[in-house]
């Protein structure tokens, strides 16, 4: 059974880069899936943050995509997020998942971690 | 890339059956068979209830069905469920490998 589970900071400050891990347990990060990043302000909907290969492969939300940095550690079995020069705007609960394809093959999420709440504040 | 539009409540009695719509464009829902639906309950993850417009994953209730007409994507459950009382998210591919979120529909059991 897969499992992933967030990692990080709870409180971040303005214009600071926020930075979380995702591990995994069941399955092995560089065996043929993909894995991303979701957001979920409080009390609103998701917001699809982007997603990676191992090897080779990421996809950001253009919305996001100058600030966004996803990448794999193998040898950890885990994957990160950095979001650069975050605002309040960014205050929400960060949800790693997997997906079975690519997002133009048709990416859906079939698992998830149970998300973490990161504020933004100084 | 804008959300897909659902709306914001649907609601039903137990064994009623419900109907939650997300429209979009021919630029991601009518564009692409790409669209999966998200069952979340409060102050838990997302669960997967539909991929590719109207596949059930293993453990899913075929109480739960999902279509597509156009630009219009669709989820129906039936014989409506106490449990079933959730939040329910679409996302839909909107081309260049990215993906998009509606706004979410919270279903009441009366």
């Known amino acids: 059974q897969v499992q992933l589970q967030e990692s990080g900071p709870g409180l971040v400050k303005p214009s600071e880069t926020l930075s979380l891990t995702c591990g995994v347990s069941g399955y092995s990060i560089n065996s043929g899936y993909y894995w991303g990043w979701i957001r979920q302000p409080p009390g609103k909907g998701l917001e699809y943050i982007g997603s990676i290969f191992h090897p080779g492969s990421t996809y950001y939300n253009p919305s996001l995509k100058s600030r966004v940095t996803i990448s794999v550690d193998t040898s950890k079995n885990q994957f990160s997020l950095n979001l650069n020069s975050v605002t309040a705007a960014d205050t929400a609960v960060y949800y790693c998942?997997?997906?079975?394809?690519?997002?133009?093959?048709?990416?859906?999420?079939?698992?998830w971690g149970q998300g973490t709440l990161v504020t933004v504040s100084s | 890339q804008s959300a897909l539009t659902q709306p914001p409540s649907a609601s039903g009695s137990p064994g009623q059956s419900v109907t939650i719509s997300c429209t979009g464009t021919s630029s991601d829902v009518g564009g692409y068979n790409y669209v999966s639906w998200y069952q979340q309950h409060p102050g838990k993850a997302p669960k997967l209830m539909i991929y590719?417009?109207?596949k059930r994953p293993s453990g899913v209730p075929d109480r739960f069905s999902g279509s597509k007409s156009g630009n219009t994507a669709s989820l129906t459950v039936s014989g409506l469920q106490a449990e079933d009382e959730a939040d329910y998210y679409c996302?839909?591919?909107?081309?260049?490998?990215?993906?998009?979120f509606g706004g979410g529909t919270k279903v009441t059991v009366l």
């Open positions: 590719e417009v109207s």
């Open positions: 996302n839909s591919y909107a081309g260049s490998n990215n993906l998009v």
């Open positions: 998942a997997r997906l079975p394809k690519s997002p133009r093959s048709g990416g859906y999420f079939d698992y």
